[in-house]
């Protein structure tokens, strides 16, 4: 089975790569750490070297996707997506918006392929945790349920944070440069504005339909994390300026003007003929 997402994401100052045997007497610090050891349910305690190496042996298991987080080349903490999703922070890391920025990159790269949904499970004392969750749209569960933490070696209350792929592309949709053009998905508030760049669309011109037909035509075309969807064009200033429909035989592209289209469609053309939004 392929890994969902890339071995190495990097951002800025922040980088995720897989786990080492290197990385293992750090690792083993952090998790055993009692202000991090609490809040993580299912890992061993105390972690040891055994623990450690079993850790180690897990993230190659195949859609057991373990990245370290980095900053500035240390080892920060790390993120698991797999059955589950878990992650921790060493205390020195807290409070910087790390983990969010962390998250944020790896349930991205998980997502651009199709995916499972993504399952976190937090203790109900874990504020910290809950809210980033919250912030990047996970959905709490309405009932709380009780969860076994070898910390404490009792049943803790908990609560499931669930983030669905279409959840995650609607509150987070990708947006890529090609020139001086940018492509995003299209929304149920762009249908005037498109409207506008198809007139033929009256005249039943394949793929565009009738005007009244927009709305089920994009919700039918919407992006879901695969190469395929409609996308709205803008140009430098944020205006939409063209639409690109993009499906298995190629794509097709229609401008708001000529003016727009002598300025745009060639760089967008040969984006969309690299395979702008294939998965990586």
């Given at each position: ?153 009792r049943a803790e209350p908990c609560r499931d944070h669930l983030m669905a792929p279409e959840q995650w592309h609607l509150l987070h949709p990708p947006s890529v440069t090609a020139g001086s053009a ?99």
């Open positions: 089975m392929m890994s969902d997402i890339p071995d190495v994401l990097q951002q800025d100052d922040l980088r995720l790569r897989p786990l080492t045997e290197q990385d293992l007497p750090e690792v083993a610090a952090q998790i055993g750490d009692s202000r991090v050891a609490p809040w993580l349910a299912t890992v061993a305690q105390p972690f040891d070297a055994a623990a450690a190496n079993a850790l180690l042996a897990h993230s190659r298991h195949p859609g057991e996707d373990l990245r370290l987080i980095e900053r500035d080349g240390a080892v920060a903490g790390g993120i698991c997506m797999g059955h589950a999703l878990w992650y921790w922070l060493a205390p020195a890391y807290w409070r910087q918006g790390l983990m969010q920025r962390a998250l944020l990159l790896a349930v991205a790269a998980r997502f651009a392929r199709p995916a499972p949904p993504l399952i976190a499970t937090c203790h109900e004392d874990n504020s910290a945790s809950r809210a980033v969750l919250a912030r990047l749209g996970f959905a709490p569960s309405p009932i709380g349920r009780r969860m076994f933490f070898q910390s404490t070696q940018t492509l995003r998905p299209a929304r149920q508030q762009d249908a005037a504005t498109l409207a506008r760049m198809l007139p033929r669309a009256g005249a039943g011109a394949a793929p565009w339909p009738e005007t009244e037909a927009l709305p089920d035509f994009i919700e039918a075309h919407r992006f879901r994390g695969t190469p395929q969807g409609i996308f709205v064009i803008e140009d430098d200033n944020r205006r939409s300026v063209g639409v690109a429909l993009i499906h298995e035989d190629g794509g097709h592209v229609c401008f708001l003007s000529e003016e727009d289209e002598a300025r745009h469609r060639a760089i967008v053309e040969t984006a969309l003929g690299a395979g702008l939004f294939s998965a990586a």
